[in-house]
């Protein structure tokens, strides 16, 4: 039998530095990179039993390739009124996001802002991610019609308190996220805003809702000092802000909690107990003088955790920005290396799902697949020899300085397709 054409696929080569666990990177001088897996470097096995022959076609990188980002906390609606804060939590959710979440009602400037921050997006080398709409179904469509790129995505719900331009009954909450969870399938997040935005019966349906269609749950936790004693007062008979969440069943393996930083010994506990990932983001807690969220803690308990850029609070998208941050607030109390930051920062949904349908007590992230690839242009100092993964990855943190042209030369998806290359 004549043999078929070979299938072409496009394979990165150069040199490498692939965080492969939170403590140790590979690194090659000059490499073929055939997945986006744990062992990039080996070649797939094609050609036999059927399977179609492969033929790879290098695409020769002069900088340096890395797994692409995954921003796992961002609210695409405030990209605007990044750089505005200073102001603690609440006052800056009246004055700021909230005003902004409202003009997304309107669907033609929804379509506009999302192109603008999926055009953004990808120049700071972000492929994946956890992305929060304003509360109008339109906003999660207009994100998905610009190309903006998550994996899970969810409109706040927000059925109580302020303001009343975006407060909806909860019937109406759940039609639209009925409606949605047909279009955006598993990629739809419940994502009740926070402990304020719903009363007990809200965070009870969303806890159901999520569970009846096995979806992710993202929302915001103890983030500010003001926050917190708001929560106590509008919950008198939970224990504490977790607990709100814990008595409605929200709490479990497929819950991101953003933030986290006012908690007791007992809520720590719990976040453990039930298995809760928590997305660390130090440069919104930075911008807003949230505090320091303690590290340690989560160390201590061996909690998963990821990073988030929290946009429009946290004032920049690109992940460097917010790997600088955990490189230097955490200081001696929990110290974080470059490999540790990047792997963070790398974290797939694949990953996360591994670990949320874990059928034993393993409560590490294993198994890495990652989203896609980035190549950072070459730091100056950093040869083609270095084998020290901890110094080319902060050399690259250290040539970022605030804007992405500065480090990212080019952004791949898992195939090695390009999305985007810096002019
Ligand atoms: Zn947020």
């Not at 609440?90 to 003009?103: I, N, S, Y």
């Amino acid at each position: 039998m004549p043999d078929r054409d070979p299938a072409v696929r496009p394979v990165l080569q150069g040199q490498c530095v692939w965080p492969v666990t939170p403590n140790r990177a590979l690194v090659e001088g000059d490499a073929s990179l055939f997945t986006a897996y744990d062992d990039p470097f080996r070649r797939p096995e094609a050609g036999f039993l059927g399977l179609p022959r492969v033929e790879f076609l290098p695409i020769h990188v002069e900088g340096i390739i890395a797994p692409a980002f995954v921003d796992w906390h961002f609210h695409y609606v405030q990209q605007r009124v990044t750089r505005h804060t200073g102001k603690p939590l609440l006052r800056w959710l009246r004055e700021d996001a909230w005003p902004e979440e409202a003009k997304f009602s309107d669907r033609a400037f929804a379509e506009v802002a999302a192109q603008g921050f999926a055009r953004q997006q990808l120049a700071a080398g972000t492929v994946a991610g956890a992305c929060w709409g304003s509360p109008h179904a339109s906003s999660l469509r207009a994100a998905r019609a610009a190309g903006l790129r998550y994996s899970l995505i969810g409109p706040p719900v927000m059925t109580q308190g302020e303001p009343p331009s975006l407060v909806a009954p909860l019937a109406s909450c759940l039609e639209d996220l009925k409606a949605l969870q047909i279009e955006f399938e598993e990629a739809l997040a419940v994502s009740p805003r926070f402990a304020l935005s719903c009363d007990e019966q809200t965070l009870k349906e969303l806890a159901r809702f999520a569970f009846d269609y096995t979806l992710w749950v993202q929302t915001h936790l103890a983030e500010n000092q003001e926050e917190v004693a708001a929560v106590a007062k509008a919950f008198p008979k939970a224990r504490s802000y977790t607990d709100v969440y814990d008595q409605a069943g929200l709490l479990t393996p497929r819950t991101l909690l953003a933030h986290c930083i006012h908690l007791s010994e007992f809520d720590w506990r719990a976040i453990k107990q039930r298995g809760c990932i928590v997305v660390h983001c130090p440069t919104s807690n930075e911008a807003l003088g949230s505090g320091r969220m303690p590290l340690e803690k989560v160390r201590a308990l061996d909690i998963p955790w990821v990073l988030g850029t929290d946009v429009g609070a946290g004032p920049d998208l690109c992940m460097l920005d917010v790997i600088e941050a955990v490189m230097r607030v955490h200081d001696w109390e929990a110290p974080v290396t470059a490999v540790e930051a990047f792997f963070r920062a790398t974290v797939s949904l694949e990953t996360l799902e591994t670990y949320a349908s874990r059928k034993s007590r393993i409560t590490r992230m294993l198994g890495t697949v990652r989203a896609g690839f980035i190549e950072f242009k070459r730091p100056v100092g950093i040869e083609r020899s270095e084998r020290d993964p901890e110094k080319i990855l902060e050399a690259i943190v250290r040539a970022y300085d605030g804007n992405p042209r500065n480090s990212i030369a080019a952004v791949y998806d898992a195939d090695c397709n390009l999305l985007y290359k810096n002019p």
